[in-house]
C-alpha cells in the first residue's frame, strides 16, 4: 500500500515511482532503484540530468539520474587481471535489479521511501549483507545508502551515488567545494592538484580524496547544493564530446548539459558482522 503522495507508472519497460507532495515531485525507477527526477516546488527547477537516450529497457543501466554503484565502483579488481570479463558489470550489479518498495510514508516534513534490491549476492561479492535505499522527498531530495553486515565475517565493498546533474552548460559552470589531491582516470590514476576556479573544458573524470561536506555547482545565477556524508571520494565526471558520441545511450551534444558529482567510497569500507554504514546525499 502507497502512501497518498506515492503513485506508481509504467515507462517504457519499467516501473516508475512518483512522489508528489507540498514540497517536491520526484521519479524513481524501481529498476535499480534509480532516481530519475527531483523538481522541487519552490523553483521548478529539474536538478538531475536524464540522458534523452538513455535505455528504460529494464536490462541496460540508465544514463542520468541517480545510477547506485555496488559492491565496487567502476571496474571490478578482476579487470585488471581478465580485462574482458564480462561477468562483472561496470559499477557493480545492483543498479540492473529490481528493487522493492518496502515503505512509503508521508511526514510533515515530506515522503520518505524505503527501498531495497532482491538480492545482494552476486558473481563477485563474497559477503552477506542487506542493502537499502531510503529516499526523502521534501524541501531537499536526500538519499541514504545503508550498507548492513547480516553475516558472521567481515566483508568490503565500495559504493557510489552516482548522481547526473542538469546543467545549462558544462563550458560555463563551476564547481565549489572540492579541495585537495585527485587520481585521474584519463590520465592513468596520476595525482594532481584540485584546480581553482574547478572549470570543464575537456573530458574529465577525477577520484577526488575528498571528504568535503558540501559541493556546489555554480551555474550561471543558480546554484546546486550537494551534500554528502559517509563518504571517503567525490568523483567528477563529463564524458565530453567523443565519448558522447561513442556511448549508445547518450546524445552527441549531451555531454554539454550534464555534470556528475558522486558521493562514494572508492577506497573500500570494511564492515563487521552487525555493522551498518550509510552513503547520503543531500540535493538542494
Ligand atoms: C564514472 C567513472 O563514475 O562513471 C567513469 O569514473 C565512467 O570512468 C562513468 O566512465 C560512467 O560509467 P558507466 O559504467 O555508467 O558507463
Not at 519497460?13 to 534509480?34: K, P, R, T
Not at 550489479?93 to 516534513?109: A, C, E, G, H, S
Request: charged share 20%.
Amino acid at each position: 500500500m502507497l502512501s497518498p503522495a506515492c503513485s506508481i507508472s509504467i515507462r517504457d519497460n519499467i516501473q516508475v515511482l512518483h512522489i508528489d507532495n507540498a514540497f517536491a515531485s520526484a521519479q524513481v525507477a524501481l529498476f535499480g532503484a534509480h532516481m530519475l527526477s527531483f523538481q522541487p516546488k519552490s523553483d521548478l527547477r529539474e536538478r538531475f540530468w536524464l540522458s534523452k537516450a538513455a535505455k528504460l529497457d529494464g536490462v541496460q543501466a540508465i544514463r542520468g539520474g541517480v545510477p547506485l554503484c555496488w559492491p565496487w565502483f567502476g571496474d571490478h579488481q578482476i579487470k585488471q587481471i581478465e580485462p574482458d570479463n564480462k561477468d562483472f558489470p561496470s559499477h557493480g550489479y545492483v543498479r540492473t535489479q529490481l528493487w522493492n518498495i518496502v515503505k512509503t510514508l508521508d511526514t510533515p516534513k515530506g515522503t520518505e521511501v524505503t527501498l531495497s534490491p532482491t538480492t545482494t549476492q552476486g558473481a563477485g561479492f563474497k559477503g552477506e549483507a542487506q542493502l537499502q535505499l531510503i529516499i526523502t522527498i521534501g524541501q531537499h531530495c536526500s538519499m541514504q545508502l545503508v550498507t548492513s553486515n547480516i553475516g558472521s565475517a567481515h566483508f568490503e565493498y565500495r559504493c557510489a551515488l552516482h548522481s547526473y546533474f542538469a546543467i545549462s552548460d558544462i563550458r560555463t559552470i563551476s564547481l565549489q567545494g572540492i579541495t585537495g589531491d585527485y587520481r585521474d582516470k584519463t590520465q592513468d590514476m596520476q595525482t594532481f592538484k584540485t584546480p581553482s576556479p574547478y572549470e570543464f573544458n575537456a573530458e574529465t573524470d577525477r577520484v577526488h580524496l575528498c571528504q568535503a561536506s558540501n559541493v556546489t555547482i555554480v551555474d550561471k545565477q543558480l546554484h546546486t547544493v550537494i551534500g554528502s556524508n559517509g563518504h571517503d571520494s567525490l568523483v567528477v565526471w563529463n564524458p565530453w564530446q567523443d565519448k558522447s558520441i561513442s556511448m549508445n545511450d547518450m546524445e552527441d551534444e549531451g555531454y554539454l548539459t550534464m555534470v556528475c558529482v558522486e558521493t562514494a567510497i572508492t577506497q573500500g569500507e570494511i564492515l563487521a558482522p552487525g555493522q551498518s554504514h550509510v552513503l547520503t546525499q543531500i540535493v538542494y
